[in-house]
């Protein structure tokens, strides 16, 4: 009885490997542009680091407060 009420459930093997296939495609897209974006974010540090390497000195300029006079 339990049988006959869930036939209509039972998938072939090929068929969740195809729905599996579909559903690891989409992933795979993902994985993709994920990786691309990565890639695009190491390619814009390394060329900032090169060029904070080359920019001149920043001279530091401190202002001292002078003596204080004694009220």
Known sequence: MLKRRFRHIRISITGMLR???????????????????????????????KVVDHLPQVPRVTYDDGPRSAK
């Open 19 to 49: 729905r599996l296939d579909r559903r690891v495609a989409d992933l795979n897209v993902l994985l993709v542009v994920i990786a691309i974006g990565l890639a695009a974010l190491d390619v814009t540090f390394l060329i900032t680091q």
